[in-house]
């Protein structure tokens, strides 16, 4: 009897540790899983996160009057700063005016300002590209975010929105720089298109030392260009170097509104240089 009494005891002794291992063994693996969902869900928020932002404009105060206002006197492209390398290589957002053809146009450059040679551009316009639907910087950054991405990393560029734009005369450590903008035109006598126009640009600078240096020079056998002038500067955060921005008043092709187009000129602060 006592022997019986001891099997039950025994067997129910077993049968509760094997339901309490069963239990433990299960929460381990919802735990398990569970764990496992988390960190998968936190990598895919991690790999969706862009490194890149989509960048901000900067605005002229030359052209204050005409940002709100469509089809007046001007039609202004966008200029949007990513930022700079360590090598003093430059990223920006052009969006180049549409004059009448209801199409949308992107431009990212990377450019190198010590030679001003662009390193690596993309050109996008809605009236090339009809698959897409992109039609505006956003649409356009988010449609093609991993090859910027890849591009802008490559070329080791970091970003900041912080681009104040600088007034001229240029100011450097222990010497000032003042520049010089002149141009050849053509007189609306000799021109073809019954409007003057400009057909040579010579851009350079001059230190209070006396010291002169050509920063851009450009010849055009034939041009739309009215005039041009110098909208300010922007300062590499890595050490002597600046992006020189210029703006163009290019006719529009029966007259107003023209458009306002973007030329980026490097210039040096090296005290060696200009002393």
């Known amino acids: 009897m006592i022997d019986k009494m001891y099997y039950k005891y025994y067997f129910f002794v077993a049968c509760l540790w094997l339901c309490l291992s069963c239990e433990n063994q299960t929460n381990k693996t919802n735990t398990t899983a569970e764990q496992k969902q988390t960190l998968d869900s936190g990598l895919a928020k991690k790999k969706d996160t862009p490194d890149y932002l989509l960048p901000k404009e900067l605005r002229f105060e030359q052209f204050k009057e005409y940002y709100e206002q469509e089809n007046n ?3 202004l492209g966008g200029f949007y700063p990513i930022g700079w390398s360590k090598d003093h290589k430059f990223a920006y957002v052009i969006e180049p005016p549409d004059e009448a ?20 551009e993309f050109k996008y316009n809605t009236l090339a590209d009809t698959l897409n639907t992109a039609e505006d910087l956003a649409s356009v950054w988010k449609l093609k975010r991993r090859l910027f991405e890849q591009k802008l990393k490559e070329y080791q560029i970091v970003q900041s929105n912080d681009h104040p734009l600088k007034a001229f005369p240029i100011r450097a450590q ?11 035109i053509v007189s609306k006598e000799k021109s073809k298109f019954g409007f003057a126009y400009i057909n040579g640009i010579d851009f350079s600078a001059t230190s209070d030392a006396g010291r002169k240096y050509p920063l851009y020079t450009k010849k055009y056998k034939e041009s739309f260009l009215t ?49």
């Not at 222990?174 to 050849?184: R, V, Y």
């Not at 600046?242 to 602060?269: D, F, M, N």
């Open 73 to 75: 006197q001007f039609i």
């Open 101 to 120: 053809t209801g199409a949308y146009f992107f431009e990212l450059r990377i450019q190198n300002m010590i030679t001003d040679k662009v390193e690596w």
């Open 174 to 184: 222990g010497f000032t720089l003042t520049t010089q903008l002149e141009t050849t």
């Open 227 to 275: 005039s041009i002038q110098e909208l300010g500067y922007l300062k590499s955060p890595n050490g002597p170097q600046t992006a020189i921005i210029l703006g163009g008043i290019q006719r529009g092709w029966e007259g107003p509104p023209h458009l306002i187009k973007y030329t980026i000129v490097g210039c040096s602060l090296k005290k060696e240089l200009w002393k």
